[in-house]
């Protein structure tokens, strides 16, 4: 029996099932009465829910489509949990944490890494995702809408990581790719991040001569889901009515504009406020430059910026950035953003896109001419560009945190990518710095 329960401990799945444990018994005490779920609680409630004159679940998706949102599939759960079986989301919403685990590992990190700290700091990196951005507009709505898809979206990418290691994706996986595609595509910033990369590695592949049918069929699943969200009536209904209750100017705003907006909003989440995972980033790149480049300047400098920043406006702000830290704040945004008219928004706008180039470029100078140089930079270009397109939406502040769900597991996969190599020191290392972090921070 001990042996046995030694055999478990040591199992490279055993970190997941700690991970799955944890994330239950967060579900299982959050509250589901209140936000939208109350909303999509009562949908089904004939005569008195929001739409009286719904029959049927089939019916209440029709008027949604047509006047709301194109997330008709996600929607359909989101009545189904809300109404009848919340036990089953908790189940299926701690799941979908280990998804992401597993999503990660399997996309992007070796499948030859067979080192159990790996699944272990993966695990305390994932627990380090806030809670109060999961339950922002009711519990089970916010991981619906957010979580569940980029869980979906990971998994939807592995016949990619399958084809370019020259495995066979079986007929029967088909039946697992296809529909998780579905779910995540139906989220439209995830839908947007899946047509991109199956778009690139299509070429990638077709010029390697290594494409295969299930990418070019994935390539056009993403496609039709993007034009279907594009063309829903709902969804251009929902922007005009939430411009007029939320951001009446937002009309008014142009195409840098909205950037700018996107751009600062984005980047004041993680530099102005302490956000763990992004100092674990900065600080991880910043070390690996100092060891790479230990007799060079300039790439030290670059290396160290970011993380700089981030110490500067958080851990030590009354010591030396209060002035610049008052400064930047001056030109924080809110519904009432007309535009780019001051010094007060040019500076942070300036500051943070030094601040991403730099992160670009630390990410070259430790990966070099290879693979993972690309690959990195398309996963930095999906987080940013997840959450900057939200300058384009008049529900920017509306919307909270939660839209900083795919930037977050974004910067996870990064973390485990910068590691995934490194001796076996620095990840005992790391490991106890994050048992700690996620202990304080959770």
Known sequence: MVNRIKKIINSKWFPFLVLFVVMFAIAIVKPVDFGDDSFFAEVLEKGSGPYPEVTNITEYLGVRYNTWTSRVIIEFFLVLFTSKFSLIWRILDSLMYVLIGYGIKRVFLSSKDQDNKI?????FLILLIPITITKEAGSI???LNYIWPIAFGLISLIPIRKVIDNEKVRW???LIYFPVA???LNSELVCACILVTYLIFTIYLAFKKKLKPIIIIMLLISIVCMIVELKCPGNKARTKQETEMRFSNFENLSVIDKFALGLITTMNYYVLNFSPLYFIFTAIVMILIFKK???NVICKGIGAFPFAIGILFTLLPGVFGGPIRGFLNSGLLDENFSGINSLSLCVP????LVDIALSFVSLYLIFGNSKKTLISMLVLS???CSRIIMGFMPTVFASGNRTHSIMLVMIITLIMMLIEEKEKKFK?????FLIIFAICFK
């Open 182 to 184: 579905i779910f995540a």
């Open 382 to 384: 999906c987080g940013l």
């Open 141 to 143: 709505a916010t991981s």
């Open 293 to 295: 480049y230990s007799d």
């Open 119 to 123: 699944n272990w700091i993966l695990t």
């Open 428 to 432: 005992d290392l790391l490991l106890d």
């Open 172 to 174: 029967y996986e088909y």
């Open 349 to 352: 706008i300036l500051l943070y």
